[in-house]
Nanobody, 120 residues
Framework: QVQLVESGGGLVQPGGSLRLSCAAS????????MGWYRQAPGKQRDLVAR???????NYADSVKGRFTISRDNVKNTVYLQMNSLKPEDTAIYYC??????????????WGQGTQVTVSS
């Protein structure tokens, strides 16, 4: 079984920065896409950023130029560096990975979520 452990959320003032981490562990043969999503109260869960195995990235328009996604394939970890945070970035942030297990079957798995609150 594969598990994701997220960390790095918290309370920050507008204009501040946070770095989220999401580490995968378990019977993993390889990891394909890794991504971050967020869900604000009363809203649907939306893609924030995604990174492929080769390092290609895409971002939601609302975070372009402020957030940066990266990955460490040795540590099976994905990061989200968030700068110039705004109150509208407040949400629960979830990571998701697509992985291939040791029996060569592909699955998606979600992290437990970490709260990010941007407020003065």
């Amino acid at each position: 079984q594969v598990q994701l452990v997220e960390s790095g959320g918290g309370l920050v003032q507008p204009g501040g920065s946070l770095r989220l981490s999401c580490a995968a562990s378990g019977r993993i043969f390889s990891i394909n896409d890794m991504g971050w999503y967020r869900q604000a109260p009363g809203k649907q869960r939306d893609l924030v950023a995604r990174i492929t195995t080769g390092g290609s990235t895409n971002y939601a328009d609302s975070v372009k130029g402020r957030f940066t996604i990266s990955r460490d394939n040795v540590k099976n970890t994905v990061y989200l560096q968030m700068n110039s945070l705004k109150p509208e970035d407040t949400a629960i942030y979830y990571c998701k990975i697509q992985y291939v297990n040791v029996w060569y079957r592909e699955y998606d798995v979600w992290g437990q979520g970490t709260q990010v609150t941007v407020s003065s």
